[in-house]
């Protein structure tokens, strides 16, 4: 009997148990291990955070997708990995506290394959003042998006009184990743405030670490537009231009006060701006899961690098910028000290920045993390769900790869949502991380790379909600759906 | 007409914003959009 064990169910996750469960057959069992009790399609979460969708839009439970499916679930955080057992058993096994038990209480969950996809821990502690507890917002949860949405309608109520509101969305630290959801979610609000008729009250800007508008953490895109080839900063810039939307870019946040966000320049500039609204996303790190071999020695860092993702089959040998490779970025996702072990989406640790670093006279790191959601960590899962399976059946290693450096990716980014009237920007890039040996001037294939604004977007954002959450249903025929 | 905030930006023409919500044309771009998309997807699996 073989058991893999999956810890998260998110995308990756998610993805990944119900593949290894319709490949597994009857050959083993496949367990899910999560804090939450339900999948959230977190791309649709802007929309609940502007007041379009309710929570439950956007989510599914989880516990009868899996009971239909043969899907073990136990309902807890990972705390610890014991890949080698311990004195007692030499099966390797993770410790789960049960969601809502007893302080301490503690699960013992063997497995034989482990795939860690448990996604970012938020971590809004790194800049004071800053989530949804205190002084600021986010859409990162569908919780958080709904409380997003409470305090946007209260501004917009304070704005048909008469009143002006000051709105700031972007990023709250200045190594944050996930740009293109706070660009969603900035586009959606100007949407939605012209839509109920206040946009004249309102002044928008757009605080970010990118070096240049539109880097979006994968170093930017060129597309080949009216015979030139233009990079996505003069479309970002443009679209926030044409909506009246101010930015401010090469910033990291150092506080959010009540009202006041302090903020550093890469120039080493220290400036506070007054704010009555704002959606400020915090840095991701790992989770902090532990690791001890079976004598109770800690190896945590043998699993995994000091930001807690975890190491897989990629070079994280220290380099300058100019030195890393596309060869770097991993390939099966396998953890190189224990062939059982994989990891998948946001749980595996990038090799190095897309964007190029820069750090203030402060010190303060000024660049956005690369960005490793949707689309790849669908793939990414998938891949390792089918290399697993086939370990099992007697592969020695790793079968399939899911390279970013090789995959490219669709994305569309909402600009506003209603169906005769709403707009998307709809683009696909290959690879996601630029490979400059293949491709030397820009990094990407150019005929592969495109983006475009139109309501055509929007259409397509809609089938997408509604066709990855019938997928992530399981429903008939969910696995013919492209991840 | 107010002053642009941001003077040496770039931005769309009437024409081209007309375009972005025309249903005719916006039918055609979801196609090709799709079409566009399929590929990557094909490629990238």
Not at chain 1, 170 to 183: D, L, M, P, Q, V
């Amino acid at each position: 009997m073989n058991r893999i064990v999956v810890l998260g169910a998110g995308i990756a996750g998610h993805t990944a148990a119900a593949f290894a469960r319709k490949w597994l057959g009857r050959d083993g069992s496949v367990t899910v291990v999560s804090p939450k009790d339900y999948y959230n399609w977190i791309p649709s979460n802007i929309w609940v955070g502007v007041g379009l969708m309710r929570p439950e839009q956007v989510t599914i439970p989880l516990r009868p997708v899996y009971a239909r499916h043969g899907i073990e679930f136990v309902h807890g955080s990972a705390r610890t990995i014991y890949p080698e057992g311990d004195g007692a058993s030499p099966t390797p096994y993770v410790t789960v506290e049960p969601a809502g038990g007893l302080a301490g209480a503690s699960i013992r969950v063997p497995y034989d394959f482990l795939i860690n996809a448990t996604g970012p821990r938020l971590r809004f502690d790194k800049t004071p003042g800053l989530g949804p507890d205190a002084n600021s917002q986010s859409v990162c949860t569908e919780g958080h998006a709904v409380q997003a949405a409470h305090a946007l309608a209260e501004s917009v109520e304070r704005m048909r009184r008469g009143e002006r509101q000051r709105f700031i969305v972007g990023i709250g630290h200045g190594t944050c990743t996930c740009e293109g959801a706070a660009f969603e979610y900035i586009v959606n609000l100007e949407f939605e405030l012209r839509a109920r008729g206040v946009r004249d009250r309102a002044e928008i800007v757009w605080l970010t670490n990118e070096y240049e508008l539109g880097d979006f953490g994968m170093g930017g895109m060129h597309f080949r537009y009216g015979g030139y080839v233009t990079p996505s900063s003069t479309f970002n810039a443009s679209l926030f231009a044409e909506r009246g939307i101010d930015w401010i870019t090469r910033a990291h946040t150092r506080q959010v006060d009540p009202g006041v966000i302090h903020y550093e320049t890469l120039t080493g500039e220290v400036r506070e701006r007054p704010f009555d609204f704002a959606m400020l996303l915090p840095p991701f790190s790992g989770v902090g899961i532990k690791a001890f071999d079976r004598d109770g020695g800690d190896i945590t860092t043998r699993l995994f690098q000091p930001n807690d993702f975890m190491k897989v089959d990629a070079d994280y040998e220290p380099k300058p910028f100019e030195a890393w490779r596309a060869a770097d970025w991993p390939r099966t996702y396998q953890s190189p000290a224990y062939p059982n072990v994989f990891a998948a989406g946001i749980a595996f640790a990038p090799p190095h920045a897309i964007s190029r670093p820069y750090t203030s006279p402060s010190g303060a790191a000024i660049a956005p993390a690369p960005p490793r959601t949707g689309m790849p960590s669908a793939m990414i899962g998938k891949a390792v769900a089918r290399s697993i399976v086939d370990m099992i059946r007697g592969s020695q290693g790793p079968t399939r790869t899911a390279s970013m450096a090789e995959m490219g990716a669709a994305c569309v980014a909402s600009a506003g949502a209603n169906p005769f009237t709403g707009t998307a920007a709809s683009m696909t890039v290959f690879p996601i991380v630029p490979d400059f040996d293949r491709y030397p001037e820009y990094g990407r294939d150019l005929g592969r790379t495109f983006g475009e604004i139109g309501l055509a977007g929007h259409w397509i954002k809609i089938l997408l909600h509604h066709l990855f959450l019938y997928k992530a249903r399981l429903r008939p025929g969910w696995s013919l759906i492209p991840e | 007409m107010a002053p642009l905030m941001h003077p040496y930006v770039s931005r769309p023409t009437r024409w081209t914003v007309f375009l972005r919500t025309f249903l005719p044309w916006q039918l055609w771009r979801f196609v090709r959009i799709n079409i566009k998309m399929l590929g990557i997807i094909r490629r990238s699996h």
